[in-house]
């Protein structure tokens, strides 16, 4: 699946995700969303807190379940 990160900076044709505790963060950014394609990681979005993580994934999934080849984050 094609996603386009938070920032509009990076387009990546993904194999997997999964949401990661972001050790030193700050404030707004202690969770993660990180695409994964093949042994690389990306961070594709930054979240204060591990629900709003998870809850990103599952928009990510409910896009792959409706059959949908790209996804794109909103603020």
């Known amino acids: 699946m094609w996603v386009m990160s938070y920032d509009k900076k990076q387009l990546l044709d993904a194999e997997r995700f999964s949401v990661q ?8 950014k202690k ?5 994964c394609k093949r042994t690389i990681e990306y961070i ?3 979240y204060p807190n591990e629900e709003g ?8 999934f409910a896009a ?4 949908k080849d790209h996804y794109r984050f909103e603020k």
């Open 21 to 28: 505790k972001n050790i030193g963060g700050g404030q707004d």
């Open 31 to 35: 969770w993660t969303v990180v695409a």
């Open 44 to 46: 594709i979005g930054f």
């Open 53 to 60: 993580a998870k809850a990103e994934l599952e928009n990510i």
């Open 64 to 67: 792959i379940e409706a059959g």
